[in-house]
DNA sequence: TTCAACCACTT
DNA sequence: ACCCTTGGTTGAA
């Protein structure tokens, strides 16, 4: 009998023991295993060799296995190597604990490769992915003798296993099952769904224990898992010492991970308390951005290329995939990946970095409607100049090209490297190469489940190369570089410049830009004479410009305040194919009621209807008696509570607030009863009479509700009205002139 | 009625 | 501690 055997498969999960490795593979014959792959995962340690020595003796002293020798590396700032000491620590549970010793005994040394999740470690090592195809030769006792992956994280067509998936979701009268109200379980599985009655706590663990055997699902896809069904099913398997076998791995207990709430992205997000399981992956929809975002089929694509195990990927921020990528590239670059003990600022949106530093230029746009637009997009324009000008930290303002006049940054004084391409750029090429392909494949597909699965990995991309650039300016990223942050704001507006400039030259009129966006007009040409500029343009720039598309008309919104000022970020245009694009109006925005959205999205249907701004003038009697049905509709009574429900994002604690406002009335209403909230949660209300003298009469709690909650019509009136407004005030209709029709 | 402070959103 | 886009609400002056 040979020693092992081999056996193919997909990885699907990766954790320490004391052992080594846990890996639990989907293998071709069906069967999950768990493998265990003795790994010692190592840090370093630089600095006066006395250090090292106490670290070690510390080490010794609390009878932890390690081997240490002294081994030549290099960190990202510097091009020599130096020598520092590597610690390999056998058991890899006793790794967390073996750094904080040493970095007590050590505290003049400095720490590399110290605070780099395992499973990631694990996988730069071993060049494994998560979801890879891989082959692995297997000892007598499930010990892993070697192991490969057969496919890469770059492969654009690539095989997935065959997961099986369990989905459990919660029914009840609130949208979030935490704030209160009555809630059912419901469980689906290839098709069929059941109900789990909890008359019978035990039966009912026990029916569900006979179910996750039954299915042994590789899967559990929730809605409000991490924050009431594992909790609450957890607590049941307690009180009725009934075990609850959601784990495949039996040896390990469910992990839970604190809820915290967090600023990214310009807003306030919580992320409950997650809960997730070992040889199975629970995932929570109502709990993931990644999932939300772009799916399963995003979520794995992200996973992989980032290289970040499932369940923590769909848990984090898309900064984390971001900082992997570059971890892995470092690590197999022999750089040294820098110690960070805390992270206490957050990232910016691009918007927010740009205003605050005059980073991407925007101009203000000729207000009102246009016809005969054409939208030219850079594709992905921070990440493609990051690559296409090397920008990267430890590139910009490079003792070596400080002369060279093409590696000047325009407008300021910083230059990039032009002799060794940067760790960023070697992200994120093969990123944007890989994005674009998706996009290629995109083209030649018509609508299908197949051309989604693809759209949802290309936007799952989009987001890794969104982010890119805020890390860039992140002050506590490892490799993050406030000059690399300006020097890309700086090719930007330089970029944008010429476009106009070009676009100008060869007779389009401008209209509007915003950082990476240009509205151009010209009469008497069709959308070739907009792909022949945009081909122009990219040759010009190196960065490559597309047409977004050609408008039939598109309106540039005034803003409330000023009806003659327009603001950059609210417009509506129609594309030439039927389309639509809007952006800040109440339809993309998630605090406005669904009556309202509902109202608004008729209302542009109408519009639709119209090829030419006289068109659209001419359908404005069609809108105005649309809005009177929905005035009618909602002064009767009529509305449900679903369309009423306004959901807003708390942005502190129920206490912390000042100001009475609909959001703080509703969470403090939901505080009294008992449920516990924080920061990041929204908040779901009703409002009941928007001008009572007592802020308690204004709004209603959806969760504090029997369902029938009583709505002031004429609050919601008023929202669609600014609704209405924000689109009909350039084609002259005015307040008064809406409210005749209420 | 006016206005400053406050709050929430945006890919 | 600081600076901060737009649009809207709140409550005191």
Known sequence: MPPFHRLTGWLLDVYPLSAGMALWVLGDDGVRRRLIDPYMPAFYIAGPSGEHARAIRALSDYRIAYRHRIVSRRNLWEADTMPVCEVGIVHPMQFQQAVALAMEAAPRGQFYQADVALPQLYCYDRALFPLCRCEVDVAADARVAAIHACDSPWDVDYPLPPLSIMELAVEGASPNPNHGGIVRILIRFEGTERYLEAEDAVEFLQSFNGLLTRYDPDVVLTDWGDSYLLPRLIRLAQTTRVPLDLNRDTTQPIASRAARSYFSYGRMLAQSGARMLYGRLHLDRRNSFALAETGLAGLFEQARVANVPIQQMARTTTGTGITSMQLERAHRAGILIPYRKQRTEEFKTAFELLEADQGGLTYAPLSGYHEGV??????????????????????????????DPLAQVPEISHHTCRRSQGLVPQTLAPLL?????????????????????????QMALKWLLVVSFGYLGYKNARFGRIEAHEAVTAYSRDVLLRAKEIAESQGFRFLHAIVDSLWLQKNGVGRDAYDRLAETVTAATGLPIAVEGY??????????????????????????DGQMKIRGLEVRRSDAPPIVKRFQTDLLNVFALGRTVADLQALVPEVLDLFRQYCEHLYAGRASLEDVVIGKTLTQAPDQYRQTTHTSIAAKELQRRGVPLQPGETMYYVITDSKAPLPDDRVRAVAGSDGTIAYDASAYVKLMRQAALAVLTPLGVTTQQLRMYE
């Open 374 to 403: 054409g939208e030219l997009d850079f594709a992905s324009m921070y990440p493609a100049i990051m690559t296409r000008f090397n920008v990267s930290p430890e590139t910009i303002n490079c003792p070596c090209c400080g002369q």
């Open 433 to 457: 190469h890989k994005r674009a392909r998706y996009k290629q494949q995109m083209a030649s597909l018509s609508p299908s489940p197949v051309r989604q699965i693809i759209d949802q990995r």
């Open 551 to 576: 408008y039939r008309w598109i309106g540039f919104l005034p803003s409330r305040v000023n009806s003659s000022m327009p603001v950059h970020n609210q417009f509506v245009g129609l594309f030439d």
